[in-house]
């Protein structure tokens, strides 16, 4: 019996020493597409940070910085084979991770782990869809419609505001700044606060969710709170009600504030 109540000791040992220590890849990869030729811009199961920003109208730049462990550049190949990029006949421009293997030599095994942070310049008004797994996003000076989903990290939009912007987290902040217009928001979140940034004039109806957490408004938005055991709700019509602001958290604090209050984004 003391024979057969070491196996799995034993089998747990042979499976630690079987696993592989990868080695550790760098590489920077610099793309750049004309951008009448760019319709939107799709990026998805991204693993690291994402910051895209309104530059030039002229080009759609991209500049991406790999850590990879398990996989060397592999030379020739597209943005040296760790991503894909695809230019699609309609112009939407795709990117996206490449599936990893496990692979296995009996009784050893590896896996592949790639990290990457993208830099993304793109025209102003260029519709963005950005799907991550893990890693903060950061958006700047976008006009276009604007959506942007990730599991862990937070989401920090500041956008002119003259389209929708549908931001969604589970573990992470969320921060939306509208700088000159209001055109609807989805702000949602599991564990984090939300903070929404909204010019003066702008004009929406409010539907807030919250279950633990503080909630602070502006004065020049009247809103309605009605506080519940184990839940609260918020809403109200500020200045005809147009637009639509929906507002979602279970942990977490929410502002609601004019935008000549928006705080510098934290790191």
Request: charged share 20%; glycine share 8%.
């Amino acid at each position: 019996m003391k024979k057969l109540s070491r196996l799995p000791l034993m089998a747990m040992a042979l499976l630690l020493g079987a696993c592989v220590v990868t080695e550790r890849h760098n590489a920077a990869v610099e793309r750049t597409w004309p951008a009448a030729a760019v319709r939107e811009l799709r990026l998805e199961d991204a693993n690291g940070s994402v910051s895209v920003s309104a530059t030039t109208d002229s080009e759609v730049t991209l500049r991406a910085v790999v850590r990879a462990y398990g996989m060397a550049k592999q030379a020739g190949q597209e943005n040296d084979g760790y991503f894909d990029t695809t230019l699609d006949g309609d112009g939407t421009l795709r990117i996206g991770a490449r599936r990893r293997k496990v692979r296995v030599r009996f009784p050893f095994f590896s896996h592949t782990n790639v990290h990457i942070d993208y830099e993304i310049g793109v025209p102003r008004s260029m519709p963005l869809h950005l799907k991550m797994v893990n890693g903060k996003v950061t958006v700047r000076g976008i006009a276009g419609e604007t959506e942007v989903v990730t599991v862990n990290g937070p989401i920090d939009v500041e956008a002119e505001g003259t389209s929708q912007v549908f931001a969604k987290t589970v573990n992470g902040r969320v921060r939306a700044v509208f700088l000159t217009n209001f055109s609807g928001a989805s702000l949602k979140t599991v564990n984090g606060p939300v903070q929404a940034f909204l010019p003066t004039n702008a004009s929406f109806t409010c539907s807030l969710s919250q279950v633990n957490g503080d909630f602070e408004a502006s004065s020049a938005f009247p809103l309605t709170i009605h506080s519940h055991p184990g839940s609260r709700r918020v809403s109200g019509e500020v200045n005809g009600g147009l637009h639509s602001l929906r507002i979602t958290t279970v942990n977490g604090s929410v502002e609601v504030q004019q935008i000549r209050r928006a705080p510098a984004a934290a790191n």
